[in-house]
């Protein structure tokens, strides 16, 4: 179904009650709503916003467009947690009310300050013509109220930039607060913008952040950056759109990475780096956001989805979920992801198995369902390829591949349900050496995320089997192998 303009922007308050009751009613019936997952509760849910501990507990706000699976007028929803892992939903955190963002609350980031949590992200505006204006809003939290300024804190853009202007990414530094800002240059190519304020609420333009020749034609818009320092090393995130795919890389719609590089230098911005990661190498993932836990561990939430795609979900009447929360590390040069630790209290009835594969297809009791975490350590003595089959049903399965010929890692999700997205392929696969891999494998209703061997890789992916396809099967073809694994149900 088409929606209007008109159908995208109704304020939410006009909305008749009703109305909300049926949506409701028609999300709580989809079979794909997820155990354990973040999830809108009717409508659209994209980017994390705000992401923060503040005052004994986590913060963490979702761009939301309520009335559809369709991206419209946004607010930022809210959500809080003691542990990254049970949610409490608390609603609205901030609507799109003000001339300054009448065409949706955009994201942005959070700042504590004065005992205040600071939130500053991007007012969306449009004429009648449709034209664009961005501003820069701030509102500020305090003892559970949220309220935000009359006017916002940047309203004109420099010269040489378009009016995608989003995202800001606050952090302090030497007594003075910085803000990133996600822009497009005239000759349509992707750069961000340095802002500094004292306050946070004046803020003066620094400049274009310089990067190396390569990076001056990266895309065409740089969305969402975020600037980090994990285990000593900066660490610059932001994503780019519209790049080529290239081989095995940048194989979705919209691509979402890190470099490391050195510390920015606020007086002259610069960011030099050779090598552009991937954060996630399955079919959904964008939009990332990250934070700094209770013990100083830097934690990424994600978005899995991506704009202008449709999922079988919609039908529904909503769209899309968080990833899990995942620890950041920093091993060899490279971003190692893994799970929150917290994440293992959803941990329910558990199993366990250690078996030789002998050139063939196995199951065992009790490995099997929707909602889970799988452990397992493969090990191949003679096998050519080896791997699991989960959510297996009639004529489903999700595939996980490892081909110790090619050494290629496969995900592979062309028979996993219903189909969508085709159009970007159904496979993703990333190199891995090695005879042994170490597989953590979350599946929830309708998604899986795959981290290996400690997080060097991940692969996070949006599925859409039946109900009944709830098999797990392990294998091996051309040879044997040594499989150790633990099954954990989810609640
Ligand atoms: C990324 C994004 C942001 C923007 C928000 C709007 O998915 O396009 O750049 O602020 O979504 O919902």
Known sequence: MEWTREERYRLLDDVDEQELIELKRRVDDSPYRLHYHIQPPIGLLNDPNGFAYYNGEYHLFYQWFPLGPVHGLKHWYHLTSTDLVQWEENGVGIAPTHYYDSHGAFSGTAMEHDNKLYLMYTGNTRDQEWNRTSYQAVAVMEAGEITKSDHPVISELPPGYTSHFRDPKLWKEGGMFYALIGAQRTNQTGCVLLYQSSDLQTWDFVGEVNVQEELKSFGFMW??????????????????????????????????????????????????????????????????????????????????????????????????????????????????????????????????????????????????????????????TTAKRMGILVRTGVGEQTKLIFDLETNLFTLDRSSAGKPFAIDYGTTRSCSLKGSSIDLRVFVDTSSIEVFLNGGEEVFTARIFPDQKSDGIVFFTEGGEAKLEASFYRYH
């Open 223 to 380: 969305e969402c950056p975020d600037y980090l320092k994990v285990d000593g090393e900066h660490v610059f995130m932001f994503c780019p759109q519209g790049l080529e795919a290239d081989g095995m890389h940048y194989q979705n719609l919209y691509q979402s990475g890190y470099m490391l590089i050195d510390q920015i230098d606020v007086d002259q911005p610069a960011l030099y780096s050779s090598t552009f990661y991937e954060f996630d190498r399955g079919f959904d993932f964008y939009a990332p956001q990250t934070t700094t836990d209770e013990f100083g561990n830097k934690v990424l939430i994600g978005w899995m989805g991506l704009p202008e795609i449709e999922y079988p979900s919609d039908q529904g009447g909503w769209a899309h979920c968080m990833t899990i929360p995942r620890e950041l590390r920093i091993e060899c040069g490279k971003l190692k992801q893994m799970p929150v630790t917290a994440i293992t209290k959803r941990r329910q009835t558990s199993r366990h198995v250690t078996d030789d594969l002998l050139n063939e297809q196995q199951s065992y009791d009790g490995f099997s369902g929707v909602s889970y975490e799988l452990d397992c350590n493969l090990r191949a």
